[in-house]
């Protein structure tokens, strides 16, 4: 079976490296991928964005499967377009992947499935002072403002006094987003843990598929910017069967079953991020309508069972007849390191020495995110640039793992966090 992957990060060098393993599976193609896919894939020069070329791509191969890694190509409707040709796509249309790509259509959509989240407000850009009156109804800081559209994870901000609220308001219905903010929701400020969930969907079914923690946050202790990611965890310890049970209960099957009422069938992963705590149990913070980067990264080590049975029904129905994913090594984390200035602009060029060696580390892969080949050399080129993944039997000794072969990668201009996994750690 030739599988496409489309992406060029580590979600999509996790993905192939997963799907490489699959005894049905006998070639992988990605577009654009990256030097770390290339060692186990054919990439083509086509980049990820690139509805056309996309289209063509896969019109000239015939994939079995398309696997669409981003969200970006989703909401422009990559996956209709070669479901046209009749092409598999583990993906969703683009009229359901406006679960992210609109923050205004995902929370209308909980509101009328009675789906639990936070209490929110709409507001265009003829409605700035209501926006500011709207601020009034929450107990005080911190606020919570969305750009509706997608905004390459820099929407969402949380403002720490109304001044703040107020001066965004005005920037973002301004058009700092550009059309992304053309309209803003504001929402209550939830406390609480935060929470990465994953079911598998085939338009009809919900399966689960594993929970994770990610870390935001740019600096250890969950300070400083916020990032795509800087590592993650799985599974993670909130996420016990009986939370996942509720996640499936009351939030996952609900929008399944909503979006096929509304004549949006979902189909792919759905990726809810979650807030926990006791008082309301999990809320919706955002939905998510492909893998999370790096959480796919730690799912897909953790994975023993062959992921690609599942993927292919997401595609072409059903999933509730298929074998389930059951058999996960036990802990898996993934570092991310990043080069100097991320997330603002960040060092690229420098030459990464020590992959090898950081790969005979036990338990560990190392997944390229913004790699580049220069001659025979691997160099940075980009903000996130690799995912030092582990697996262990342990959570400690996953990070133990992870953190060893960190220190064998020469690369000076490199930096991580080194508390990824701490809240679990913590909670020993
Ligand atoms: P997003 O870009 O939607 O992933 O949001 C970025 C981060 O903002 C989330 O991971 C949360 O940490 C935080 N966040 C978003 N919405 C809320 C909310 N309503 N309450 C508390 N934190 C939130
Ligand atoms: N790691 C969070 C995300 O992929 O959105």
Redesign the pocket.
Request: proline share 4%.
């Given at each position: 079976m030739k599988i496409l992957i489309v992406g060029s990060g580590g979600r999509e060098h996790a993905l192939a490296w997963r799907l490489k393993q699959s005894p049905r599976v006998t070639q992988i193609m990605a577009a654009p991928g990256n030097p770390g896919i290339a060692e186990l894939a054919e990439c083509v020069a086509v980049a990820a964005d690139n509805i056309e070329g996309l289209v063509e791509l896969a019109r000239a191969e015939r994939p079995n499967l398309v696997i669409v890694g981003p969200e970006v190509p989703l909401v422009l409707g990559l996956a209709d377009k070669l479901r046209a040709i009749d092409i598999p796509v583990f993906g969703p249309s683009a009229r359901a992947a406006m679960l992210e790509g609109s923050?205004g259509f995902s929370k209308d959509f909980m509101a009328k499935y009675n789906i639990p989240?936070?209490r929110y407000r709409r507001f265009d850009s003829e409605q700035a002072a209501e926006a500011k009156a709207y601020l009034d109804t929450f107990d005080g800081p911190?606020y919570?403002l969305?750009a509706d559209g997608l905004a390459a994870?820099?929407?969402?901000v949380?403002a720490e006094s109304k001044a703040e609220a107020a001066a965004e308001i005005d920037a973002m219905l301004g058009g700092k987003f550009g059309a992304a903010s053309a309209s803003v929701v504001i929402?209550?400020?939830?406390?609480g843990e935060?929470a990465s969930f994953f079911a598998l969907c085939d338009g009809e079914t919900a399966v689960a598929l594993a929970g994770a923690q990610d870390h935001?946050r740019v600096g250890d202790g969950d300070t400083g910017p916020?990032t795509g990611g800087m590592g993650a965890y799985s599974p993670a310890p909130i996420l016990d069967q009986a939370m996942q049970d509720r996640v499936m209960d009351e939030i996952v099957t609900p929008t399944i079953k909503g979006m096929k009422k509304d004549g949006r069938p979902y189909s792919g992963v759905l990726f809810v991020?979650l807030?926990i705590d006791d008082k309301h149990g999990p809320r919706v913070?955002?939905y998510?309508v492909r893998f999370g980067d790096p959480e796919c990264q730690v799912i897909m080590t953790r994975l023993k069972d062959d992921p690609l049975p599942q993927l292919l029904a997401c595609a072409t129905g059903g999933l509730a007849g298929c074998a389930r994913l059951e058999r996960f090594s036990d802990h898996a984390v993934s570092v991310v390191m990043a080069g100097a200035g991320y997330p603002g602009e960040p060092k690229k060029g420098g030459v990464i020495g020590g992959l090898a060696k950081a790969g005979e580390v036990p338990g560990v892969t190392v997944f390229h995110a913004g790699t580049a080949k220069k001659g025979d050399d691997v160099v940075a080129n980009g903000g996130r640039v690799l995912n030092v993944t582990a697996t262990a039997p342990t959570l400690k000794d996953a990070a133990a793992r992870a953190y060893e072969a960190v220190d064998l990668i020469d690369w000076p201009d490199g930096f991580c966090r080194r508390d990824i996994a701490w809240r679990a750690l913590d909670r020993g």
């Open positions: 923050k989240t936070a911190p919570v969305k994870g820099k929407g969402v949380i929402e209550e400020f939830m406390k935060e935001k916020n991020g807030m913070v955002e998510n």
